[in-house]
Nanobody
Framework: QVQLVESGGGLVQPGGSLRLSCAAS????????MGWYRQVPGNQRELVAT???????VYEESVRGRFTISRDNAKNMVYLQMNSLKPEDTAVYYC?????????????WGQGTQVTVSS
């Protein structure tokens, strides 16, 4: 069983910054990719950024240059540093972790953390 706990959301003014954190716990985790998604009511969940175990990071076009994803493999944590926030970044942000189990990979999701960008 894998559990994800997110933290760091909140209310921030346009142009401000927030840092999201996500901690994964479970026995003998073999994590491959880690990432962040976001969702607004009425819309599908969309990828914000992803960081594979040994490859290049991928960013959604509208956040490239403003957001930075990073991970700490020793602690099974993934972070999302969000700078120059805009009102359109307002959403519930979800942490995603992909775990390798035998020949299969499974996706796990955090509970979501609200980010609101408003003056």
């Amino acid at each position: 069983q894998v559990q994800l706990v997110e933290s760091g959301g909140g209310l921030v003014q346009p142009g401000g910054s927030l840092r999201l954190s996500c901690a994964a716990s479970g026995s003998r985790l073999r994590i491959t990719a880690m990432g962040w998604y976001r969702q607004v009511p009425g819309n599908q969940r969309e990828l914000v950024a992803t960081i594979p175990a040994g490859g290049s990071t991928v960013y959604e076009e509208s956040v490239r240059g403003r957001f930075t994803i990073s991970r700490d493999n020793a602690k099974n944590m993934v972070y999302l540093q969000m700078n120059s926030l805009k009102p359109e970044d307002t959403a519930v942000y979800y942490c995603n972790v992909r775990v390798l189990s035998g020949p299969w990979e499974y996706d796990y999701w955090g509970q979501g953390t609200q980010v609101t960008v408003s003056s």
